[in-house]
Every structure is written in structure tokens, then in C-alpha cells.
């Protein structure tokens, strides 16, 4: 019996081995406290994690590939919209009062304009400025959603 129970300790201890906890994985807090002595510390985990929380660097990073963070490329497309426009969301507001500029032209791509509608796309986002650039608790958001609106 107790040979057993140090059979199941030992493979415990093995498959633990194989799998090393990493903390927090990825983001800001991962890269600003990695020369930390001890990563698998709770110390050392709580304040990685909570430097990613503080700054939703994690989230970012994961989304973007950035600060360490991986993934397979895989974003859905209206996420990346999302992600472009609460990035850029001043420059966007500036090009769309001047009905040109990188930013718009961006948004437009990631929206699926074609090329050759980017004009009017760009037109459309000028006259309906004032509607379009709201304020309140999420502006970026509020912007796709209504130029989604406006485009179906």
C-alpha cells in the first residue's frame, strides 16, 4: 500500500514537472516583472496579474500577438474593427471630421469596403460626423456600431 501511494506521489510529481506553471502567462505584467526572483511565487504571480488587470495589457497582447503573448493569428473580423478602433480611435475621429486619411482607410479595409466604394464610405463618415463620434461610456464601440448601421 504505501509503495502505491509513493507510486502516485512520484507520478504526480513527473506529470507536474512535465507542465511548469508559468504564472500569468503573457502581457505587461509578465514582460515588467520578469526579472523577478522565483516566477512561480504567488508574489510574483500576483503582481504580474495584477499589472495585466490594471492595464488589460494581457487582453491586448493576446489579441494583437504583442508583450509576449501568442496566438494563431485567428481574430474574428469584427473584433479586429474593434480592436483597430478603440486603438485609434482619436485619429479616426480627426480623418472622419476631414473625410480622408490612413486610419479611415484602414477602418475601411477591416470593414470589407472594397477599394473602389472607399470614397463614398469616406464621404458618408464626414457628412454623418457629428452622429457618428458620440460620447459615453465606450465611444469607439458606439462608432462601428453605427457605421454598421449605416451601411446595411
Do not use: R
Amino acid at each position: 500500500m504505501l509503495t502505491a501511494i509513493v507510486l502516485i506521489f512520484l507520478t504526480i510529481g513527473v506529470a507536474l514537472g512535465a507542465h511548469p506553471d508559468n504564472g500569468p502567462g503573457c502581457g505587461l505584467g509578465k514582460l515588467a516583472w520578469s526579472d523577478y526572483p522565483n516566477q512561480q511565487t504567488i508574489w510574483a504571480q500576483v503582481l504580474q496579474s495584477t499589472t495585466n488587470g490594471t492595464f488589460g495589457a494581457q487582453t491586448f497582447g493576446i489579441s494583437s500577438g504583442t508583450s509576449g503573448c501568442t496566438n494563431n493569428g485567428t481574430l474574428f473580423a469584427s473584433e479586429k474593427v474593434n480592436v483597430f478602433a478603440a486603438v485609434n480611435f482619436d485619429n479616426l475621429a480627426q480623418e472622419m471630421a476631414q473625410g480622408q486619411g490612413e486610419h479611415l482607410t484602414s477602418l475601411a479595409t477591416l470593414m470589407g469596403i472594397p477599394a473602389e466604394q472607399h470614397g463614398v464610405f469616406f464621404a458618408m463618415a464626414q457628412e454623418k460626423y457629428m452622429m457618428l463620434i458620440q460620447a459615453g461610456e465606450n465611444p469607439s464601440q458606439a462608432l462601428i456600431q453605427a457605421l454598421y448601421q449605416l451601411l446595411i
